[in-house]
């Protein structure tokens, strides 16, 4: 079993290799070949060329990872001897939920773990948003947290400042359960063990890394993280998010996979992109994050009116917003309208200006 982990340890960090190619790899040495890692590094050049359609890029890609293989064990052996758990794609423990939400696209093929995994099962939530939320953000994080614990929920957090760290400090202090996933190796997280060392032990707080453990923290590796928070929870609630960043995107890519994703209804006075959120298909709550009603029929047809807007005229956000009776501020009703397919933006003067744009019929392959 061991020497399985370490091998997997170098399938699921194959330098410049996407997460659906090394799965696809595992599947077929694994499932198709019914081979072990062994056999599968036994085999020649042309084996692997005929066998598994690899290149001589990717051949030698796996030739210099079979290099680290030694460093790998023990690497292996120091982060059991700390009382870490790896847990491999295969195994019935690796969280199913994860798998359902991501797929083999996405899904990690390894993860880290710390803590009780036993929490992996739990109904869970992702209470999400920016690192500088303001207070009425963090009050809904807080109240959705609070409500969660009450009912048994396991809060799914990414740790960072802001809305993430408010989510879990209310859960812990709650001694609510808790998954905390990284944006770096869980080697690297110090000073995450030392803080919540009593609710590990305790059994309310599992910690989780899909990178390598002795990875640090970046930027990439925290926008990569955010699809495994939003993968790990049956609900999701967005306190608060800008038009870019891990939470904008996350929240679209949930969309695009029709996920229901709960976005807090902002007030008037506030700079922030949770309306457009709520345009682009989020359902609106309120600061205890109760749904709240949206004429479902203003909503669909508000594309529809768009378009008759501007099918004979090129109009400004503002006009468009006047023309449709719409009211929503004209900078992120732009936002909205640069992103229609059906719409073509240009520059009149010192203004944007937008105009329909005739769709074509798509010709089918099949």
Known sequence: ????????????HLPRWTTLKINKLLVDILHHQKMTFEMFFDLSY???????????KEIGDLQQARKELANYAF????????????????????????KDNLKLKFSPPLLYIKGNKNLFNEDTIAIVGSRSADNI???????????????????????????DEAALEKSVNANGHSILV???????????????YKSIVDG???????????????????????????????????????????????????????????????????NNANDLLIL??????????NPIEIDQSNEISLDDKIKKAIKDVALTA???????????????????????????????????????????????LF
């Open 1 to 12: 079993m061991k020497t399985d982990l370490v091998y997997w340890i170098l399938f699921a």
């Open 280 to 289: 682009k298909g989020g359902k609106a709550v309120d600061i205890k994050g």
């Open 137 to 163: 953000s963090l009050e809904f994080t807080k109240n959705i947290a609070i409500n969660a614990t009450k009912k048994y929920q396991c809060v799914v957090s990414g740790g960072a400042k802001g809305v």
């Open 204 to 270: 309310n707080l599992l910690i989780v890394s899909a990178f390598f453990p002795k990875a640090g923290w970046s930027t990439g590796l925290a926008m990569g993280r955010n699809k495994y928070i939003y993968g790990l929870s049956k609900e999701i609630y967005v306190a608060q998010s800008d038009t870019k960043g891990g939470t904008w995107s996350g929240v679209l890519e949930g969309l695009k996979a029709e996920r229901t994703i709960y976005i807090r209804k902002p007030q008037e006075s506030e």
């Open 182 to 196: 990284l944006p770096q190796g869980i080697l690297t997280a110090s000073s995450f063990m030392k803080k919540y």
């Open 46 to 56: 042309d084996e692997w060329s005929k066998t598994f359609n690899l290149d001589a």
């Open 75 to 98: 690497l292996l052996e120091d982060m059991l001897s700390q009382g870490y758990e790896l847990i491999p794609f295969n195994s019935s423990e690796y969280p199913k939920i994860l």
């Open 318 to 364: 503002a006009e468009i917003k006047e023309k449709i009776n719409y009211d929503i501020d004209s900078r992120k009703f732009s936002l909205y309208l640069s992103n229609l397919p059906f719409i073509k933006k240009e520059k009149k003067g010192n203004l944007n200006v937008f105009f329909y744009k005739h769709e074509t019929k798509q010709l089918s």
